[in-house]
């Protein structure tokens, strides 16, 4: 995987919350599991992980953005 600066140091992170995750969003706070389509899932989508990869030389999260307002808002109000 390369960076969009170039770097290909990369790290991919992942962790089990066993649905305790937490996230601050504006004015709403949320926690439960972790939402999809928001760049923090590893994929599995059972909303148990969190997993991404970032640029060590740079320290963007790597993947499709960017998400807009209205997509978090979606994401976190479909966990609820």
Known sequence: MICKCGSDRIITVSGKTSDMFGCDYGTIQYNGYVP?????????????YI???YCLECGKIQGNFPISDKQVKTAIQKMN
């Open 51 to 53: 997993g991404f990869s």
């Open 36 to 48: 999809e389509k928001i760049g923090i899932t590893d994929g599995e989508g059972c909303g148990d």
